[in-house]
């Protein structure tokens, strides 16, 4: 005669609302945290970006000869430097996922215009008239690169497991991204500054 084994049953340990409390407000400072480091990085990208904007890099004007298609014309070192930050959304992407990437990335932005503001609101007393970009720049820098940002991490998210070759593309992705927004929205927008402010009779930058 067989005698079935005697089965140890036990009852799930319930937690508590104040260890409930305590693992969620634990995982909320931890996430912070997190948001606040990454952040850290992506922030002073921003503002290289924003201070170098209106530096144009001549370096790879010798390889062209007509003067229209030289990249000292519209290819400025804050352009270049903010062609860098898609690539930190893709990689905060890669390894937390395209929600958080987006939440630096918010994070981030506010920080540096809270920052921009403090900066332009220093130095207003010294500024002059010539010395501010337009209102029309200035929307379409932050508008072509926010957008940028976002979608060259909200797309990498998507297809991330698409196969090994977006992932050796990843130093690619981002620039492409970044070129789109600026051939489509950045660009355009600036010519036709550029044209309206040509046709009576100031500058770009007044």
């Known amino acids: 005669m067989e005698v079935a084994a005697a089965v140890e049953t036990r009852r799930p340990i319930r937690e508590t609302p104040a260890q409930r409390l305590l693992r969620e407000t634990r995982a909320f400072f931890a996430a912070l945290t997190r948001v606040i480091l990454l952040s850290a990085i992506l922030i002073p990208i921003l503002l290289a970006a924003f201070l170098t904007v209106d530096l144009p890099i001549h370096s790879l004007d010798q390889f062209f000869s007509l003067p229209s298609v030289k990249p000292g014309n519209w290819l400025t070192m804050g352009l270049f430097i903010m062609s860098l930050a898609p690539l930190v959304a893709i990689l905060i992407a890669r390894r937390f996922g395209g929600d958080e990437a987006s939440r ?93 402010a040509q046709l009576d009779g100031r500058g770009f930058w007044s």
Do not use: K
């Open 104 to 196: 630096v990335i918010t994070a981030s932005w506010g920080v540096a215009a809270l920052l921009t503001f403090a900066e332009i609101s220093y130095l207003s007393p010294l500024l002059e008239d010539g010395d501010m970009p337009s209102v029309t720049f200035v929307v379409a820098f932050v508008g072509g690169a926010m957008v940028g940002q976002y979608v060259a991490a909200a797309v990498y998210d998507v297809i991330r497991g698409a196969g090994q070759m977006v992932a050796r593309s990843i130093t690619c992705f981002p620039l492409r991204i970044r070129s789109a927004f600026d051939h489509l929205f950045f660009h355009r927008l600036l010519d036709r500054a550029s044209a309206l």
